[in-house]
């Protein structure tokens, strides 16, 4: 039989606690996969402010964490508590760097201090391993946050008995964004000279968090299959490419899947009628709830919804070009998305000129997204690059037909419709016109009421659940360990 692993889980964000983006999401859901094959699973993540410890019935651990990095002694407090039976949360805490009203950064500006708040956080979830003596066999990292743990466990901790088996897998989840401090940034992490080097964490002149974990982890994976290969390019690789593609014997694509209890029409509370493959009747109801929302008339045209960060990757420049022939064409457009001013400003503008047809909700809000994915007839995701993309799969889950743009995991889970098959619609060049024919032919076929239910019913039987994905994260698990073991 194989070995039992001991799992260290360490993630900047996880859904139910703190969520800026798709990660949370992971964070929050793979994870339950492994206990009941018998795994330990210890999940890490900073104690944000915006953590309700009464909400989340936090237990404050007793003794504190004392390490020290390069000549500062820091002290961090810990809290827990489960997510699930086996997988045990641990929060690290210290109110200097985190008890602070957003994760990284706010208005689009980072903290100026992010190395110092993402290096105490590797450094004190290395040394809670150590205070509880637990070993992992793999430290399952997630983005540039996380990209120290590699490091130090290659420099600091490299001949610490204690971590001698543990090896390192690190998922990029976004290589856009990389943690990037100045150089004088290297000596206040405790790290020398030798690791600021183009083959380790110098990147163009600055310290690269992420490269941390590019280049210390034993594999490295994406989340889709397609991100993983269009990463070793020129056109998608944000300067990474080069390192990537010497790696790319260890650099993996497993595509994300969604929690198919959270997310089910059959179920989900949140929405105004429930339904099914067996049944869609319910999904009209959650369509006029929707149009109540954003008080838009109750019509049968196809209502094309967005859920999305604002921000330059998800294509909206593509939108704002073509947004006055969109809007010519019978249908109504409802979006909820929070980021960039600039876009912000754009939909403003579009709900003005567009009244009747376009509805617009600047905010985060879980509840509203769960109405959006339940009551449209088809999702965007016009996307310039999408590392995996959930808004397309949640769709899929709710008969809501995604028109995406053919990138990264909307390119491996997203069929064009073409008579036959297709779970969607695709088209490949960032381009408006192309965006624009797209858009069309939806609203083409969504007049052929039979067609168009076949096409919901593929989305809805597809399974995109975690189950297949979490087998392959244990393979990559005991790949990664038998590299380090070697
Ligand atoms: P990314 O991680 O790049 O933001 P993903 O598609 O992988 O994109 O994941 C986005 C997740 O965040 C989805 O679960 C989506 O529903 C959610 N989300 C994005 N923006 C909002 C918002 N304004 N309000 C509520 N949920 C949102």
């Known amino acids: 039989m194989e070995k039992k692993l001991n799992i260290a889980f360490v993630a900047p964000e996880v859904v139910p606690y703190a969520k800026t983006g798709g990660l949370a999401d992971v964070a929050g859901a793979l994870p339950k996969f492994f206990p009941e094959a018998g795994h330990t699973v210890k999940l890490f993540l900073p104690k944000y402010k915006k953590i309700d410890p009464k909400k989340f019935k936090l237990k404050k651990l007793q003794s504190k964490i004392t390490f020290k990095i390069a000549d500062r002694n820091e002290i961090a407090s810990v809290f827990t508590t489960e997510l699930v039976s086996g997988v045990t ?41 150590k205070r509880m003596d637990f070993q992992p066999d793999i430290f399952h990292c997630h983005d540039w946050q996380t990209g120290l743990i590699p490091t130090y466990l290659k420099t600091l901790y490299r001949e610490d008995p204690f971590f001698a088996d543990s090896a390192t897998l690190f998922t990029i989840h976004n290589l856009a964004y990389q943690g990037l401090f100045p150089p004088e940034s290297l000596s ?83 929405i105004a009628g429930n339904y099914s493959v067996a049944d869609l009747a319910g999904k009209s109801f959650c369509k ?18 967005i859920v999305s960060r604002l921000a330059d990757q998800k ?14 064409m019978d249908l109504q457009l409802v979006l909820l998305g929070t980021g960039e001013p600039k876009y912000h400003e754009m939909f403003e503008e579009i709900k003005k000129k567009y009244p009747q047809k376009a509805g617009v909700a600047l905010a985060f809000d879980a509840k509203l997204a769960q109405k959006i994915y339940a009551g449209s007839d088809l999702f965007l995701m016009p996307s310039r690059y999408e590392p995996c993309g959930l808004g ?32 969607g619609f695709a088209f490949t060049a960032y381009d408006s016109k192309e965006l624009l024919q797209t858009i069309a032919k939806a609203i083409g076929v969504y007049a052929d009421k039979k067609t168009w239910k076949r096409i919901q019913l593929r989305g809805m039987k597809a399974d995109f659940s975690w189950h297949a994905s979490a087998k392959k994260y244990l393979d990559l698990y005991r790949k990664a360990i038998n590299i380090k073991r070697k």
């Not at 790290?191 to 968090?209: I, M, P, Q």
């Not at 053919?406 to 491996?412: F, S, V």
């Open 89 to 129: 949360v641990y929060f690290i805490d210290n109110s200097a760097y985190f008890n602070r009203d957003e994760l990284y950064g706010e208005r689009g500006k980072d903290y100026q201090d992010n190395d110092l708040r993402f290096s105490f956080f590797a450094k004190a979830v290395l040394e809670l391993c």
């Open 188 to 270: 206040a992490l405790g790290l020398g000279r030798d690791v600021y080097t183009s083959d380790t964490l110098e990147y163009y002149g600055k310290v690269s968090f992420i490269k941390g974990g590019l280049v210390f982890s034993e594999l490295l994976n994406t989340v889709s299959q397609k991100y993983s290969r269009e990463i070793q390019t020129e056109e998608y690789g944000c300067g990474l490419e080069g390192l990537l593609a010497a790696r790319k014997q260890d650099l993996f694509g497993v595509v994300n899947g969604i929690d198919y209890d959270d997310w089910n029409p059959e179920t989900d509370p949140m």
């Open 288 to 305: 006029k709830e929707l149009q109540d929302e954003y008080q838009l008339p109750h019509k049968d045209l196809p209502l094309i919804g």
């Open 315 to 328: 294509g909206f420049d593509l939108i704002n070009e073509v947004i006055d022939e969109i809007m010519k």
């Open 392 to 423: 397309q799969l949640i769709s899929l889950r709710y008969g809501t037909v995604p028109i995406v743009r053919r990138t990264g995991g909307l390119y491996d889970t997203i069929i064009n419709y073409d008579q036959k098959n297709g779970n």
